[in-house]
């Protein structure tokens, strides 16, 4: 069972980044996927959630309207695609399929 994150990096205010998560050696398709971020000295906060067959889709308010969420079952990746970075935005980002976790890749968004 596996869980690789990938995309994160640094970016300017005002950039675009999108995360992807893939997965193997379990059926993608049967979980909930979900993104968490992480910044320093603060809780782990749930950033956007996605049904296991992609039609229900949620957002913490801090990014609706400038992230989106998706995923592939046939590729068994999801991704997050981020808009509109702003400095707040930086954090190690963790992708959650049911109770399993990715080991986070960082974004950064500075100037």
């Known amino acids: 069972v596996q869980i690789v994150e990938s995309g994160g990096g640094l970016v300017q205010p005002g950039g675009s980044l999108r995360l992807s998560c893939a997965a193997s050696?379990?059926?993608?398709?049967?979980?909930?996927m979900s993104w968490y971020r992480q910044a320093p000295g603060k809780e782990r906060e749930l950033v956007a959630r996605?049904?296991?067959?992609?039609?229900?889709?949620n957002y913490a308010d801090s990014v609706k309207g400038r992230f989106t969420i998706s995923r592939d079952n046939v590729k068994n990746t999801g991704y997050l695609q981020m808009n509109s970075l702003k400095p707040e935005d930086t954090a190690v980002y963790y992708c959650?399929?049911?109770?399993?976790w990715g080991q986070g890749t960082q974004v950064t968004v500075s100037s």
């Open positions: 959650t399929l049911g109770t399993k």
């Open positions: 996605i049904g296991s067959a992609g039609g229900s889709k």
């Open positions: 050696g379990f059926t993608f398709s049967m979980y909930v």
